[in-house]
């Protein structure tokens, strides 16, 4: 891969990687915000239920206290009464004044003692279904008018509430307090807030799940009831702690989710897991080079080379190959390229039967006892392929495994051919003891036959070595007609190179045997 190619690939990842990176921020702001949503209404609901909570305390003490009174044997505004109304007081956590009334005037109280005149009782803000009357922000007696309170009576007594004490009247706050019967009427809070009331209802006010407004009743005193309509100030003052920790984890999860991207991205085009992916999902392919008789120029054979290609490019077989060894998967290898290779050329009607197939096989394969389990080779070759096993000479075969299964193959019908003789490990008596059918003299000395090099005077040494092994040659590397006439006059049978043929699609080598048959 050039460079240029390189740096299109990794200006290509990273603006996948921001891509995914935006996407990922997208999702994760989507779930966490839906999360801190419901965190916030969830605390919106209980700040209601505290506020409506310390209502019910309120209510209840008073409550207790006229439900008390009431029961005493007090008609008038005796020393009596007015004691007992004192200490009636004095236990109340909530309850600041209390009154007695008769005739429906306000005749004592306990901060006032016996009024000199009479107080009329004024017309109530409403009454609930108990028949309790409530008072509203009215002005106090005890204060000379001066100061404003809530005021409820129950028979002969009235209370005077302390509301401001646990839940406050400024009108800063963003809920208001109703009593709820044929119309609604305001008891605290901010009256702006109020629902409007439909039919005996409540309606007007969006208290949908996306939605920090709500309506909330008390359980107890199930008509007394609180309307919140959340205030966007508080609610950041109250979470901007999350609100920060929801940015920092927007920023971490761009950088995460773009790191991971790009790394993966770099990852997948690594050497290593494009051929991983490549044994799976047909990247690796088969080209053939034919091979011919010298003397006629008949093609009779071809050997299989892998090739690879992928989104990225091509892979070369100097790359490829040292890797497939690394990564242990010289098995796997070879069975997709045998594999791949035989269904081509059987399915090619233009491939004579009987032609010579010669596939390149590593020295370790023959140590495995996977070689000997290559008869599903054997039921794809109908068309009677010779078929040709091509090796590499090392020292690997000089065990006694790689021995046995190259035996076991020959039993089988296979041919053993050894590759690239004469520049590697040779060893004449493991030439001897491995019985091949061919021996492939290496281009190498083909390419210094011109120049009468020292390389290419052992050619006709190594013919004479496989005459005193009765095995044919094969030169790989021919290029010009000297070199082929001359390997002639050395008795070597069989050549192959760019002379006969490039490294071709299995279409255009059924061409090449076409042309070599017409011209012979």
């Known amino acids: 891969m050039s460079n240029s190619e390189h740096k299109n690939f990794l200006l290509a990842d990273n603006l996948k990687a921001i891509a995914v990176s935006f996407l990922s921020v997208v999702l994760v702001s989507v779930a966490l915000g839906l999360l801190m949503f419901s965190v916030i209404k969830e605390h919106e609901k209980d700040r209601a239920k505290d506020i409506l909570s310390n209502v019910n305390m309120v209510f209840k003490d008073a409550e207790t206290a006229l439900d008390y009174l009431n029961a005493s044997p007090y008609y008038s505004?005796?020393?009596d009464n007015l004691n007992e109304m004192r200490r009636t007081l004095f236990r109340s956590r909530f309850v600041k004044e209390i009154g007695f009334f008769g005739d429906g005037k306000l005749l004592c109280s306990?901060?006032?003692g016996l009024l000199k005149q009479p107080i009329d009782?004024?017309?109530?803000?409403?009454?609930?279904s108990l028949g309790d009357a409530f008072w509203i922000n009215t002005p106090l007696e005890l204060f000379d008018n001066q100061s404003k309170g809530t005021i409820a009576k129950r028979g002969r007594y009235n209370a005077v509430l302390d509301m401001d004490a646990v839940i406050g009247l400024n009108f800063s706050q963003d809920w208001a307090l109703f009593y709820k019967a044929d119309e609604l009427f305001?008891?605290?809070?901010?009256?702006?807030l109020m629902p409007q009331s439909a039919g005996g209802g409540i309606a007007k006010l969006d208290t949908s799940y996306f939605s920090l407004s709500l309506i909330k009743?008390?359980?107890?005193?199930?008509?007394?009831?609180?309307?919140?309509?959340?205030d966007q100030g508080r609610i950041f003052n109250t979470h901007k702690g999350k609100l920060v920790l929801f940015v920092c984890v927007m920023l971490m999860t761009a950088a995460l989710s773009h790191m991971l991207t790009f790394n993966y991205l770099r990852r997948r085009r690594s050497l290593e897991s494009r051929i991983s992916r490549g044994l799976t999902s047909g990247k690796f392919y088969c080209l053939y080079q034919p091979f011919v008789i010298l003397k006629s120029g008949e093609v009779v054979g071809c050997e299989v080379l892998s090739r690879f290609e992928d989104e990225f490019g091509p892979i070369y077989p100097d790359e490829f190959i040292p890797q497939v060894k690394e990564l242990g998967k010289t098995w796997e290898f070879t069975t997709v390229m045998?594999?791949?290779?035989?269904?081509?050329?059987?399915?090619?009607?233009d491939i004579p039967e009987g032609f010579k197939v010669s596939f390149n096989l590593f020295p370790s394969v023959f140590m495995q006892d996977e070689i000997i389990d290559l008869d599903w080779v054997l039921d794809l070759n109908d068309k009677n392929f010779k078929l040709v096993l091509e090796i590499i000479e090392d020292e690997q075969l000089a065990t006694s495994s790689a021995a046995k299964h190259i035996k076991a193959l020959r039993s089988r019908g296979y041919w053993i051919a050894i590759d690239d003789f004469g520049v590697g490990y040779s060893n004449l008596s493991q030439l001897k003891s491995?019985?091949?059918?061919?021996?492939?003299?290496?281009?190498?000395?083909?390419?210094?036959?011109?120049?009468?090099?020292?390389?290419?005077?052992?050619?006709?040494?190594?013919?004479?070595?496989?005459?005193?092994?009765?095995?044919?040659?094969?030169?790989?590397?021919?290029?010009?007609?000297?070199?082929?006439?001359?390997?002639?006059?050395?008795?070597v049978e069989y050549g192959q190179g760019w002379l006969f043929g490039k490294p071709q699609t299995v279409e255009n080598l059924a061409n090449t045997i076409e042309l070599s048959s017409q011209t012979h």
């Open 338 to 349: 045998i594999k791949s290779a035989m269904e081509e050329l059987r399915r090619c009607t």
């Open 186 to 192: 305001h008891m605290a809070g901010n009256a702006s």
């Open 434 to 491: 491995l019985k091949c059918e061919f021996l492939k003299i290496d281009r190498s000395f083909v390419m210094d036959m011109e120049d009468h090099s020292i390389r290419s005077s052992l050619i006709p040494h190594i013919v004479s070595i496989a005459d005193e092994l009765r095995v044919t040659l094969i030169a790989e590397g021919v290029e010009n007609n000297e070199q082929r006439q001359e390997l002639v006059n050395m008795n």
């Open 110 to 112: 306990t901060y006032l």
């Open 121 to 128: 009782e004024a017309i109530p803000d409403f009454v609930t």
């Open 77 to 79: 505004c005796s020393e």
């Open 217 to 230: 009743c008390d359980k107890y005193y199930s008509s007394t009831c609180l309307s919140v309509v959340s």
